[in-house]
């Protein structure tokens, strides 16, 4: 079963809009076992419409588009696809209704402009919006199903995983399609590839495995096809997830799909009934912004102090002057003496510590831009590393955040056996 | 002049990756006065790739290609093209050797593979690669001109914008697109249009307004095309430029493009050789990340406090046990504390303080989710407002930083004066 994507939007064309819309489609039909032929992106007119419709179907048996749809671009989508399904453009009362009590709950009332709205391709099976107005559209044409959505994005989430892949997965007897994920940290795509190269080689036909990094961590995606046996596909799925992860053990974080370290973090904090601070430097307040990202978190994080002069590492942490001006704030006698400060002054069962050069300034020979020491502790022990990152101000603050949640989790860990 | 844009790549198709490359060169195609008639994302297979030739070729003067080329998938694009274009793959000695100077930098030698880079379509004028390995290639047929460049971003834009777009624009002598910006906070894009609607509807022919809102902030883009008088042109179009600024005076921020409300009030603070420092509840360090994602912020910044719980608001901050016990964490009270405890202790000359309930736990019917106190000071002065925010934590963190760094602006601003 192969698909097509058309969306239709000018804003794309020019480049104010990125198309996340067709990513979005792409990957919910992937998993329900559609592959998607092509993905294309035309104006909002007439011709260009029409033409779109006609390349998006060539190699496809659905053809999902969205965008045109809504007060201002209506007419002309509408007309399009009322010739291109060669039918014509009717008043929907049920649709009027719709759309009149949606604008007049929000003391809007335009009635022409409802009405014109309203006026549907008479061939189409119309799709529920739970979200707005615009209904979407189903068509059949030469066993092809056309499905029209609006370019909204929530709507069209909404819509196609509610209504259109479910009602087209029960009609064409699609395969199920398995995933299992594997979230790792710590440890580069190069390196997993040697360490599993003999699982991957034996994967059984119709399994595949996917390496997809971001920064510095690495998702590893197993695929499957479910024809018959679910209940087995999914045990023999889980025996490789389960095989993988054992040679990576230490790495792997998580098993749910883009699960964060902050959240696995915060995680093993609540299972622990313990807390964490932050003292940050050159990552000025990120860790702090990530783990204060995930819902709940104020159960276990109880702050973050940002000391970015010498004069607050002494202040607000407690790091001598003489370390500071003995060793530099980027040294490891420095982060130690953060990370102390900072269990000492806020009291928290754990702490994590950053002191760097961001860049693109501040570098010395000694130090060049790119230098970053990181620990975590409790009032026991304090770890601390140095890296040497890249040049990039905003990548080295986003990895150190990475590095430092990560050496957290394995000092967790470590200190739980 | 009409373009289209041909993304390859398997990783598109199955949603895995965004194509953000279609909307740079999109952008940059319509600054440069080519608009684009398409964008077309098609598989990494011989097939795909010669179709999508076909196809984007069709309503175009210029097709932009990118990806394909690099070590795994290089053999078929080429072919492909070697094919569409009725040439042949050649060895190119100078290709090779530069191949393999880069390779050998790096400790590789691969010169099998080397080999196969360096196979090139006959027909093809090379254009350079200062970024990588993979040579961009032009290829002219029936007047229309095919540009292949690599798919990683930074080595397609550098391309792109050095090469590709400057010899285009020479030999087609293309019309001077001339943009003008407007970056304003604090007013929303209704209100924005209300007051310049008379401004807006006089709009000379050719020239043309567009509201680009993004958190809050609105980016008004004034662009024109000029075809004989440059100087002129620039003149009128700064006109107006100034003219609508007038009407929304204390909302402009900026008048560069994308420039980030975190930079201007940086560039405010060094100018009067002023510093800040933030004390965060809900927004959990995501301000003082703004703040230091600026290079050269540690001229102004000097730390930032992240007091979560209760007991770190008194500790950290100097708020009263009764102050939080009678009015709680979210209130006018503890928000006014806040600043002043933070002035107090960390001495800067300015003062940015956050509490509220980002959600989604945590309200109450006095104080429903999205309830935040924000409030901006120095030593004389504390100003505080409540907002009414939405249910969404990641919005709201978001929302209320460009908030608050708007709130100190335009106090500067007035101690200024």
Known sequence: MKASILTIGDEILNGTTIDTNSAYIAKQSVANGIAIA????????YNGIYEGLEIAGKNADIIFITGGLGPTKDDIT?????????????????????????FKKRGNKQVELNRKLAMIPSSAE???NDKGTA????????????????GVPNEMRYMLSNYILPKIASEKNLPTILNKYIMSAGIGESAIYEKIEDIEASLPPGTTLAYLPNLGNVKLRLTTTVNEDS??????????????SQRIAQH??????NESLAKCVGDLLIKKKMTLSTAESCTGGYISHLITSIPGSSAYFEGAITAYSYDFKEKLLGVSNKTLNTYGAV???????????????????????VSGIAGPGGGTPDKPVGTVWIAVGNKNEVKAKCFSLTNQREYNIKISAQIALNMLRNFILENES
């Open 331 to 353: 040294s490891e006698e420095t982060i130690q003496e953060m990370t102390r400060g900072l269990l000492k002054k806020l009291g928290t069962n754990y702490g994590i510590a």
């Open 252 to 257: 792997v974080y998580s098993f749910n799909e």
């Open 78 to 102: 509408k007309q399009a696809l009322a010739n291109f399904f060669k039918t014509e453009l009717c008043f929907n009362a049920s649709v009027f209704e719709k759309i009149e009590s949606y």
């Open 231 to 244: 209940a087995k596909a999914i045990a023999n799925l889980s025996a490789i997830q389960s095989e993988i």
């Open 38 to 45: 092509g993905i294309y992106s035309i104006s909002d007119s």
């Open 135 to 150: 209904m979407g559209m189903r068509f059949v044409q030469h066993d092809k199903i056309y499905i029209s959505m609006p």
């Open 126 to 128: 119309l799709i529920p």
